[in-house]
């Protein structure tokens, strides 16, 4: 599949998404989280060999798409102490949107029959839920465990869907590391920016601790290094990878 035509799919995908989950009210009164074009190539490519009908999968691609959607919603719902809390309006759209999102996900899935996928899919969510309250509140004992939080915080749902379809583990590897990277290349940006990072109380916890850290920005640096380093490793290990698939590493790891 040559990239152009990759491209063109998912445009097609984010299309049924944005069209099926945007009625009028929250069209005008809530954007909701930005939908994550690297999740959708990943799941595009995880399903691409699996039999289905082009129709189906885009429905199941889309059916994934709400419940990372109506995930990422309710995560923007501020925490009972958060020191820039939300209005109560913005609040309200948020709980509203985050329940609208799932209930297309589940009226999808319903109508696919794929329960199994489903299950799949909600052990994504709560493993996805375990990691980012074990970053919160650094329920984590070493360097690897906290590795280990990260990845799943940013890719638990993907891998859950890729293992439904029998996608090979290096492959799922590889995807969740990219997912990661796109992650920690955004506290990067916004770190640089003057914006709080959320990574910032693993660094004063102690993790990853290297010599050469002088700070925060460095820490990260590094880490983000060294991820680069086994995305490379993997990206020659898997093989039929797309043309899309390798323009978006090659992209991110120029960052």
């Not at 709400?66 to 923007?76: E, G, R």
């Not at 799949?120 to 509140?137: F, I, P, S, Y």
């Not at 379809?165 to 920016?193: D, T």
């Amino acid at each position: 599949m040559t990239y152009q035509r990759s491209r063109m799919q998912l445009k097609e995908v984010e299309q049924l998404v944005h069209e099926e989950t945007t009625n009028q009210f929250l069209q005008e009164q809530f954007s909701g989280p930005a939908k994550d074009k690297d999740q959708m190539l990943w799941l595009h490519e995880a399903v691409r060999g699996s039999g289905l009908s082009e129709t189906v999968r885009y429905r199941v691609i889309s059916a994934t798409l709400y419940v990372i959607q109506a995930h990422d919603t309710h995560d923007m719902i501020d925490e009972k102490n958060d020191p820039f809390p939300l209005a109560r309006q913005d609040r309200e759209l948020m709980v509203l949107a985050g329940d609208y999102y799932s209930a297309l996900y589940y009226r999808t899935m319903a109508e696919l029959g794929m329960t199994a996928l489903l299950a799949k899919l909600q052990k994504g969510v709560q493993e996805t839920n375990t990691a980012k309250t074990n970053l919160l509140e650094l329920h984590l004992a070493t360097d690897q465990a906290l590795f280990e939080a990260l990845r799943q915080a940013s890719s638990a749902i993907f891998e859950q869907f890729a293992r439904y379809f029998e996608c090979e583990e290096n492959f799922i590897e590889l995807a969740s590391k990219v997912l990661l990277l796109k992650q920690l290349l955004l506290e990067e940006k916004n770190s640089r920016a003057g914006h709080i990072s959320k990574l910032l109380p693993a660094y004063e916890h102690g993790y990853f601790a290297h010599s050469t850290s002088a700070g925060f920005d460095d820490w990260l640096f590094e880490i983000i290094a060294d991820l680069s380093q086994d995305i490379l490793r993997l990206k020659e290990e898997v093989t039929g990878l797309s043309d899309g698939q390798k323009a978006r590493i090659q992209e991110l790891l120029k960052r």
